[in-house]
């Protein structure tokens, strides 16, 4: 027992933990800067900073819960975490909270907790452990069946409405699916009836929404409404230029000018503050973060491990993307935090616990035979 111990110990990936606990850090630090404000009596910093440094204790936790058990039973016990996800996303019209003028959380008493986030779990265990029973090679209707049942999240994350989660979760579906393995005739097919869906995608959109894509393709249509966020996001990550202003040393932050600085817009603090330079660095500790998780998934020795570190790796990859693209002005804002960067104490829990089960998955990928 001790030598399996041991060895589950030596086979966890300690980068991943590293990239983690490294990128933690990095955002509580850019937190704190975010939350601060001047006054009379000095820089005054925000309550929330403290309650992340709270979820962060609770996710570390919850991290090492997610790596004492054997991931594979999580296979079986997939549809019943997917079955109560989808009844906490039902709850939300009916028994949620407002919170910023958005109903997305339901209150528990002493906190509350945001069904989507929990959603991205329960939709990528789903997922994962659908496309496990199936060979790759996916046919339309193998496509049809995993999109018919992992998609009732989505629907119902959309019309709460939450556009970022929506989109979110369908790049971890889709993608999850091209990594399993699709047949060439489904991608031929695609590639003639997919794009001249999008345009229909407009008429599906809420009137803010539909703003937003206006505001992204010119920001000084609405200076002083949407586009306030663009512009000020940009002015912001200018005025770093190299080497940047220092810690706490941003004025489009400790100014208020910078709207959303400590959620959607924390990556902007942080180019004031360390410029070009700190930019590159967050980027590349970023990239080194990705590459230990999607390692995990090539060396998993089982198809359920496998897809469900890459889809972990997808989550990851699209949320940084799209968030570093928004705060720039290269996509629109759909409201997608920066992983441990961004603030948010559902999202912080449910990041570790996600990347728990990759260690998990590393932990004891050579215990058992190929599958």
């Known amino acids: 027992m001790a030598a399996v111990d041991r060895r589950l110990i030596t086979h966890a990936n300690w980068g991943l933990l590293g990239c983690t606990v490294l990128l933690f850090l990095v955002g509580l630090l850019n937190l704190y800067s975010a939350s601060g404000a001047r006054s009379e009596m000095g820089i005054q910093v925000a309550p929330y900073f403290q309650r992340q440094i709270l979820w962060g204790?609770?996710?570390?936790?919850?991290?090492?819960?997610?790596?004492?058990?054997d991931y594979r039973?999580?296979?079986?016990?997939?549809?019943?975490?997917?079955?109560?996800?989808?009844?906490?996303?039902?709850?939300?019209?009916?028994?949620?909270?407002?919170?910023?003028?958005?109903?997305?959380?339901?209150?528990?008493?002493?906190?509350?907790?945001?069904?989507?986030?929990?959603?991205?779990?329960?939709?990528?265990?789903?997922?994962?452990?659908?496309?496990?029973?199936?060979?790759?090679?996916?046919?339309w209707r193998e496509i049809g069946l995993t999109l018919a049942?992992?998609?009732?999240?989505?629907?119902?994350?959309?019309?709460?409405?939450?556009?970022?989660?929506?989109?979110?979760?369908?790049?971890?579906?889709?993608?999850?699916?091209?990594?399993?393995?699709?047949?060439?005739?489904v991608y031929k097919v695609a590639f003639l009836l997919v794009p001249p869906l999008f345009p229909l995608g407009w008429f599906v959109l809420k009137d803010y929404q539909k703003q937003r894509i206006l505001t992204f393709l010119d920001p000084s249509t609405d200076m002083q409404?949407?586009?306030?966020?663009?512009?000020?996001?940009?002015?912001?990550?200018?005025?770093?230029?190299?080497?940047?202003?220092?810690?706490?040393?941003?004025?489009?932050?400790?100014?208020r000018f910078l709207p959303e600085k400590h959620t959607d817009f924390a990556i902007a603090v942080f180019?004031?503050?360390?410029?070009?330079?700190?930019?590159i660095s967050l980027l590349f500790l970023f990239c080194c973060f990705l590459m230990t998780i999607i390692s995990t998934a090539r060396d998993s020795k089982d198809r359920f491990g496998s897809l469900l570190c890459a889809g972990v790796f997808f989550y990851f990859f699209w949320q940084i993307l799209i968030n570093m693209g928004m705060v720039v002005g290269i996509m629109p804002v759909v409201g997608i935090p920066l992983p441990f960067i961004s603030y948010g104490g559902t999202a912080t829990l449910v990041n570790f616990v996600l990347l728990g089960l990759v260690i998990n998955v590393s932990m004891r990928r050579f215990m058992f035979k190929v599958s």
């Open 73 to 139: 039973h999580l296979k079986e016990l997939a549809l019943p975490i997917f079955c109560l996800s989808v009844v906490l996303l039902i709850m939300v019209p009916v028994a949620g909270v407002t919170v910023n003028g958005a109903r997305r959380w339901i209150s528990l008493g002493f906190f509350n907790i945001q069904p989507s986030e929990v959603a991205k779990i329960s939709t990528l265990l789903m997922c994962a452990s659908l496309l496990s029973r199936m060979k790759p090679g996916l046919g």
């Open 225 to 255: 409404g949407a586009g306030y966020h663009i512009i000020q996001s940009q002015i912001a990550i200018g005025s770093g230029e190299m080497w940047g202003k220092g810690f706490q040393g941003g004025t489009q932050s400790l100014l």
């Open 271 to 279: 180019s004031e503050e360390w410029g070009f330079v700190g930019c």
């Open 57 to 69: 204790g609770i996710g570390l936790f919850c991290m090492f819960l997610c790596t004492l058990f």
């Open 149 to 185: 049942i992992t998609c009732i999240p989505c629907a119902l994350v959309f019309i709460q409405p939450d556009l970022g989660t929506t989109l979110n979760l369908l790049l971890l579906i889709g993608f999850i699916i091209i990594y399993h393995g699709v047949r060439l005739s």
